[in-house]
Nanobody
Framework: QVQLVESGGGLVQAGGSLRLSCAAS????????MGWHRQAPGKQRELVAS???????NYADSVAGRFTISSDNAKNTVYLQMNGLKPEDTAVYYC????????????WGQGTQVTVSS
């Protein structure tokens, strides 16, 4: 069973930055993709950014140009650098992993709260 542990959330003013980390208990290279999702109160969970094991990266339109996803295979860690934060970025951010044989993300972290004040 793979465990994903997020860290780095917190309270920040609008325009500020945060870096989230997701440490995996196993090799992240074995997964087809790693992704950061978020869920705000009363809203559906959305995929914010993803990185595949061959390095392909995708961003949601709402964060493109402000957020950067990266991975360190040696440390089995995925990062989400968030710059230019806006109040609408406030949400619980979840790290997730998608196994090669799965069509959807099948491992999830516990989430970390990001709150952006105006």
């Amino acid at each position: 069973q793979v465990q994903l542990v997020e860290s780095g959330g917190g309270l920040v003013q609008a325009g500020g930055s945060l870096r989230l980390s997701c440490a995996a208990s196993g090799s992240i290279f074995s997964f087809a993709a790693m992704g950061w999702h978020r869920q705000a109160p009363g809203k559906q969970r959305e995929l914010v950014a993803s990185i595949s094991n061959d390095g392909h990266i995708n961003y949601a339109d709402s964060v493109a140009g402000r957020f950067t996803i990266s991975s360190d295979n040696a440390k089995n860690t995925v990062y989400l650098q968030m710059n230019g934060l806006k109040p609408e970025d406030t949400a619980v951010y979840y790290c997730a992993a998608k196994s090669i044989e799965y069509l959807t993300y099948n491992y999830w972290g516990q989430g970390t709260q990001v709150t952006v004040s105006s």
